[in-house]
């Protein structure tokens, strides 16, 4: 009986087990069952899209920028094709002697070949790796005709960055060129559509207006099998070409003013006295942008470095001068406003004037005799000026100045290297110096020397507001399709319909006239500064103000030899400055021009805007036809 009692027990505990196992099993089976229906059909999805990102990957190619144009539409910054080398580092099975081979048939230096193992490094095996950015047709053949034998290499046709008329407009576009990490870190739209040779602003309008000359990138979508090996083509989405941007400028007139700086450092700057639009900006020396492209050697690098014109800089946004005599017509309209002299206000100039044991000189030795308002701007007597400073004062000044622009950014953000330059008074001198103001130096601002820099668009902003009668203009480098036009402008101001938008710099419209036609004496009389740089036909006749700024005190020996300005050592030689608005009787431009270092604005300045004015008035008459043709396009 026990022995048949423990068979039983034996026989229930091997079937209890027998149902756990089972139901285990059983357990599990649903487990997994329950686990494939979610991965099959809940999950289905997910699992595809991880798949296919294995099985899937993206080509990015550079995106094309959109092109910069001038007034008339003329392309300034534009793309050309351009015939590139690149390697696919996981299609190459011997990437040593690929580079050899590669070496052999494109005649590669040992410099070189370092640099791309090092680029290859840095890039993902999938990522294309550029061997060459601008292969010429020869070399973009020869290596067509070895690719039977060159895995894992290929040749495109692409697209880079051309600036058509090399150096013209340099300092005004800037140059693209490889972003750098900080780059890309600060700009999430670089970050986005960064590939291994796309190409970003550095400098000037195209690092300003990045974000809308970028463009977006091609993409090309391809199959690869386990081994990564490109085994397919799936998709090629094209991209979009970046924004077209249009600018105010005239090439033609760039060109002129490139021709007239040619071999000299300074600027150029014109714009029209309504509408505030700029037409040309340019700084001399200028450099080639097209030498960025694909990586500036270290020979061309330093001979723009060291050229000691410095071409880097521009001159006409970033030069600080002093102003010299093209100050006077600002100085004449605060002392007319502020009541401190009339038309008829005489001072007689012997050559100097005596203050405090002090002297300070005319530029005339033997001095104008008794002058006015008028004869002494015409003759540019600098005592009539010394006595109009002192008695105005120099803070008086700096508010008339700074009404007209001097002392102040005048394109905003547009620029960043842009500087706002200085405008003294008492304040300013005990802020920044922590010394009082003392007469001699109200006399010396009175002739644009001493503490005063200004920009040479600052004087053309000055000048253009003189022109239009003393109304406030916004200069502007882009176009801006729905704004007024200058004709329009015009006809505001004429109607006396003045809103917020032009605001009137003046008390009385009659100290403007004064002024300009102190101006036109300058240029159009005998005696006048500038009389032989005139145009007496009406259709291009033109005031303006010369001015001889100081780069050394001059001590009393030098001012007796009388030197010419080939006997001066560059370095000592006066700037050459001149201002002027023109045509004379229904005026439309303005301009200032600046040659560091060109002795007298007389001489050496204002015979260039003589050339200018006669192209600038011939080219008016396209502008104004070729706006009217857009305005009715739109």
Known sequence: ???????????????????????????????????????????????????DKNRIREWKLPPTRGNIVDYFGNIIAGNLKVYQLHVIPEQVENFSYLLSRLQSILKLSNKRIEKIKKKKKQLKPWESLIISENLTWSEFLKINNYLYELVGVKPIMTISRNYPFNDIYTHVLGYVSQPNEQDILENEIIKERFVPGIKIGKLGLEKTLENDLIGTNDIQRYEVNAYGKRINQLEYQKGKQGSKVRITLDTEIQKLCAELLKDKAGSISVMDIYSGEIIALYSSPSYNPNLFLFGISQEEWQLIRNNPLKPLINKTLSGLYSPGSTLKPIVALSALENNIVDTDFKVKCTGKIELFEQTFHCWKEKGHGYVNLREAMKQSCDTYFYEVARLLGVDRLKITAEKFGLGKKVLGNVFENEKSGQFPNTNWKLNHLGKGWVLGETLITGIGQGYTQTTPLQLCLMTAQIANGGYKIKPKILTDENQLTSEEIKDVIKNKNINQTYISLFKDPRNIKIVKDAMFGSTNEVRGTSYKSRIDDPKYQFAGKTGTAQVKRISMRERELDLELSEIPYKDRDHALYVAFGPYKNPDYALSIIVEHGGSGSKTAAPMAKRLFKLIVDRHQMRKKYITSKKIDI
């Open 1 to 51: 009986m026990i022995n048949r009692g423990f068979s039983i027990r034996k026989s229930d505990i091997i079937n209890r087990r027998m149902f756990v196992v089972g139901a285990a099993k059983l357990i599990v089976l649903s487990v997994l069952i329950g686990r494939l229906f979610s991965l099959q059909i809940n999950d289905n999805k997910k699992y595809l899209t991880l798949s």
